[in-house]
């Protein structure tokens, strides 16, 4: 293993996911200083954290490790190869908002990041973590229209006149409220799996105990699927993971159908 190489890597992944060596040295359990090292080149961690390691920054062993994987082009252009492999991952996007050229001039500036990120924090207060959010012009489009989009599909989209061509705020809203009405069709594992990595910060004993030994992310969404499915809300997530884990200890194994029965009987959601 070229330590020069696996040391680039994890700082690049890291700032890529923009977490700080503090923040990534304690989501895999060592100390700042260990990482930086690593990252320097100075040393190797352990074989057993390098599967952690891929998981929180999103790369594959053979990436970090310096492993050549399987050439894609003709030329062997490495560059060439990295952005076939960049557009293969983005090609289908959780959530897309997407925009005719003539609005293109309300997403030309910081202003709309902001926005965007004001939208996260009101829906996060209903316990709901928009992922992020992709946004591009589509000449497809009529000149003042726009869509919000998951997985290509469109969740709404609307021809824009009168002052409204010139309202980032109102393209903003409607973001909002189809997030919040068609949570459903947005939400996948990957999300599930943050929102319980973030509550087993306060709720360590419960989390740990319980997603993924007892209840798979797999299972977790698909039960809140169908929560929200039922037009109800997932905001109280955590007691939602303790009535599962409860049942499936009385019960044994059970359907997402039986477990949004009993989660309809015990909590009011």
Not at 26 to 41: N, Y
Not at 119 to 131: A, T
Not at 135 to 159: G, H, M, P, Q, T
Not at 213 to 231: C, D, F, H, P, R
């Amino acid at each position: 293993m070229n330590q020069n190489h696996f040391g680039s890597k994890i700082s690049e992944y890291r700032q890529n996911k923009g977490l700080t060596q503090e923040e990534l040295a304690g989501k895999i359990g060592v100390t700042p200083q260990a990482l930086s090292k690593w990252e320097r080149g100075h040393s190797l961690p352990d074989v057993t954290l390098i599967a952690d390691l891929c998981r929180l920054l999103g790369c594959s062993a053979d990436d970090l490790l310096g492993i050549p994987g399987v050439k894609i082009t003709e030329n062997n252009d490495e560059k060439a190869q990295k952005e076939i492999w960049l557009n293969l991952r983005n090609c289908v996007e959780p959530l897309e908002l997407t925009f005719g050229k003539g609005l293109v001039p309300l997403f030309t500036d910081d202003s709309c990041v902001g926005q965007v990120v004001q939208v996260r924090k009101n829906l996060s207060k209903e316990g709901i973590l928009m992922p992020l959010v992709r946004v591009k012009d589509d000449l497809n489009l009529s000149s003042c229209e726009f869509a919000v989009l998951s997985y290509r599909n469109v969740l709404y989209s609307e021809i824009l006149s009168g002052q409204k061509v010139t309202d980032s705020g109102y393209i903003m809203e409607c973001l909002e409220k189809t997030v919040r009405e068609q949570y459903a069709d947005i939400i996948n594992r990957d999300i599930v799996k943050e929102m319980v990595e973030n509550l087993s910060k306060k709720y360590p004993a419960l989390i740990s105990e319980t997603v993924p030994a007892k209840i798979s992310y797999g299972l977790l969404t698909n039960v809140l699927k169908k929560i929200m499915k039922e037009g109800k809300s997932c905001l109280y997530l955590v007691k939602i993971i303790e009535i599962m884990d409860d049942t499936l200890t009385r019960r044994g194994p059970s359907t997402p159908e039986e477990l949004v029965s009993v989660l309809s009987e015990e909590l009011k959601i």
